[in-house]
T-cell receptor, first 114, second 113 residues
Framework: SQQGEEDPQALSIQEGENATMNCSYKTSINNLQWYRQNSGRGLVHLIL?????REKHSGRLRVTLDTSKKSSSLLITASRAADTASYFCATGPDMNTGFQKLVFGTGTRLLVSP | DTAVSQTPKYLVTQMGNDKSIKCEQN?????MYWYKQDSKKFLKIMFSYNNKELIINETVPNRFSPKSPDKAHLNLHINSLELGDSAVYFCASTPEGYVSPLHFGNGTRLTVT
């Protein structure tokens, strides 16, 4: 399946530290997206990186994409307690099959302690 | 000014019942989706509609029937509910399919007893 896999599954850090999450996927893609999900809420889009881009920044977020390794990373710098959430990568569409669907990874649960 | 709204937020019902979940988006997007998130947080697409037309129908039991009366609404009707249907169901929308970000509703937690 095209499903992305993320690691670690869970990450616990102190406020002020950086958090890095990784995502691996299996097929050629058009873009990769990162989402955050707070407990009991819907997913919120963070960043979209296209297959011809290698790095993208948004505030304290930095995303890299390595299409040769089929992997991406999300770095959150100077983390805050409010960053506590689950983070998901999502890939699509599948450029080989034209499958028009966004496939979500398994998620990383981030806990930032004050 | 909620962008994607779902009702109800919680739904508790017994096996065998029929229930509906409603979704509305006020973003003017053309494409709407239903996703199911299980207890392990795994998120899987169920259906996708573009301008009221069904474009993706994953291997979902035919007890699940989506209905899109107009491009701002996508409802999900579930017949003969089963225990395994318990999950959180998310509605989402995008302006341009999967080349643009998804906007999610806050989900409907369905519990079948």
């Amino acid at each position: 399946s095209q499903q992305g896999e993320e690691d670690p599954q869970a990450l616990s850090i102190q406020e002020g530290e950086n958090a890095t999450m990784n995502c691996s996927y299996k097929t050629s893609i058009n873009n990769l997206q990162w989402y955050r999900q707070n407990s009991g809420r819907g997913l919120v889009h963070l960043i979209l990186i296209r297959s011809n881009e290698r790095e993208k920044h948004s505030g304290r977020l930095r995303v890299t994409l390595d299409t040769s390794k089929k992997s991406s990373s999300l770095l959150i710098t100077a983390s805050r307690a409010a960053d506590t959430a689950s983070y998901f990568c999502a890939t699509g569409p599948d450029m080989n099959t034209g499958f028009q669907k966004l496939v979500f990874g398994t998620g990383t649960r981030l806990l930032v302690s004050p | 000014d909620t962008a994607v709204s779902q009702t109800p937020k919680y739904l508790v019902t017994q096996m065998g019942n029929d229930k509906s979940i409603k979704c509305e988006q006020n973003l003017g997007h053309d494409t709407m989706y239903w996703y199911k998130q299980d207890s392990k947080k795994f998120l899987k697409i169920m259906f996708s509609y573009n301008n009221k037309e069904l474009i993706i129908n994953e291997t979902v039991p035919n007890r699940f029937s989506p209905k899109s009366p107009d491009k701002a609404h996508l409802n999900l009707h579930i017949n003969s509910l089963e225990l395994g249907d318990s999950a959180v169901y998310f509605c989402a929308s995008t302006p341009e399919g999967y080349v643009s970000p998804l906007h999610f509703g806050n989900g409907t937690r369905l519990t079948v007893t």
